[in-house]
């Protein structure tokens, strides 16, 4: 995984870490009295190459995890010289080793420069005849900061898996806002459908009578009465709009049945034609989602049946059986799958229903339908 810190960072490691480190090595070599002076020629390279790795580590990780382990490898050979303090240099490098940004590469560099290390000491206790007791110490400390740095270096990674996942975490949740936001502004769509495309549609055919009655026929109580309906029409637009936001707030919204048989005489009165409603089956309590879904397919088959097959009558039925079932007939052929029809087989979808729309004979039939989990 790759990682998500920012340049110039290790986990806990920045550069006041790596500044601290390089003082506690030069404080501790600054107190050094070698037995043999020429240890310096050897040590003094090695602690200006200490210092060019841990400027490279986040640059160049590669080029700074070579020379750390020169220098592990390299002062550890000479460690043997008495108060040289070189051990120091070989357990700085060993643990800044450990906060090179080597992810890939794992514990192996650091286990590689420990063994190198360790060989390194060996040499050294052999040339300059120290104890078995020198050496094993040497080694302990060795391995007290490789086991540091290995517990360390899991921590960070931890730490930088961590951060990766919560990057990933922030995404996926913008994406499903997005995707809400988007499902929100959908739902809208079809509810601003459903309610205006039916009252509009048909205020404005009433509108077009009134000015037909007015310009032809000079004919003002009918335009009138036509004016009048057109009224009624606004007013029942404003309480399927209400309606419609109940639903989305999830308050309660009228009974379906109910429902549907104003909406028939609605639309005798409005188009004076006839509507024959039924119900079969026991009213079951319904969501309110089911309930304006369904309302609105019914409103939605009337409004086309008005416009395409106008004068004719209408079956409206609905069925409850294994869940809920709306009929609407006409006859006549009524046709078209426009946005209205869309719309609504879209709605219902959300709600786990389903609608067809067709042709039956010699009449149309839309089917809107949603049943029991």
């Known amino acids: 995984m790759r990682s998500t810190l920012p340049a110039g960072m290790h986990g806990d490691s920045g550069w006041l870490g790596r500044i601290m480190t390089a003082a506690v090595a030069v404080g501790v070599l600054a107190t050094a009295r070698p037995a043999d002076h020429w240890v310096w020629y050897v040590v003094g390279p090695d602690l200006a190459v200490f210092l060019a790795g841990t400027v490279l580590m986040t640059m160049r990780p590669r080029l700074a995890l070579a020379l750390l382990a020169a220098v592990a490898i390299g002062t550890s050979l000479v460690a043997g010289v008495p108060d040289s303090n070189a051990l120091v240099l070989v357990l700085v490098s060993i643990t800044t080793i450990v906060v090179v940004d080597l992810t890939r590469s794992g514990t192996r560099p650091i286990v590689a420069v420990g063994i190198g290390a360790a060989l390194g000491f060996a040499v050294s206790a052999w040339w300059f005849d120290r104890s078995d007791t020198w050496y094993l110490s040497q080694l302990m400390w060795e391995a007290i900061l490789i086991a540091f740095g290995v517990n360390r270096r899991q921590y960070e990674i931890q730490v930088r898996q961590t951060r990766e996942l919560l990057v990933q975490t922030r995404r996926a949740q913008d994406e499903q806002a997005r995707a809400a936001t988007l499902e929100e502004r959908g739902r809208i769509a079809r509810d601003l459908h459903d309610v205006l495309a039916h009252?509009?549609?048909?205020?404005?055919?009433?509108?077009?009578?009134?000015?037909?009655?007015?310009?032809?026929?000079?004919?003002?109580?009918?335009?009138?009465?036509?004016?009048?309906?057109?009224?009624?029409?606004?007013?029942?637009?404003?309480?399927?709009?209400?309606?419609?936001?109940?639903?989305?707030?999830?308050?309660?919204?009228?009974?379906?049945?109910?429902?549907?048989?104003?909406?028939?005489?609605?639309?005798?009165?409005?188009?004076?034609?006839?509507?024959?409603?039924a119900v079969s089956g026991t009213p079951s309590k319904l969501d309110s989602g089911v309930t304006v879904a369904l309302l609105n397919a019914a409103r939605e088959a009337l409004t086309n049946a008005a416009k395409h097959a106008p004068g004719r009558p209408i079956d409206l039925e609905i069925r409850y059986d294994a869940g809920v079932r709306i009929v609407v007939r006409n006859a006549g052929a009524t046709g078209g799958e426009g946005f209205g029809l869309t719309g609504m087989r879209e709605r219902l979808a959300l709600v786990g229903g389903t609608l067809t729309a067709g042709p039956d004979g010699d009449d149309w039939l839309v089917i809107a339908e949603v049943t029991n989990d």
């Open 199 to 277: 009252s509009l549609g048909a205020l404005s055919v009433q509108l077009d009578v009134a000015e037909a009655l007015l310009d032809e026929r000079r004919d003002v109580d009918g335009a009138l009465e036509r004016v009048r309906r057109s009224r009624r029409l606004a007013v029942q637009g404003l309480a399927e709009a209400r309606n419609a936001v109940a639903a989305l707030r999830a308050d309660d919204v009228p009974d379906l049945p109910q429902a549907l048989a104003a909406l028939a005489e609605q639309h005798e009165t409005d188009h004076a034609v006839q509507v024959h409603f």
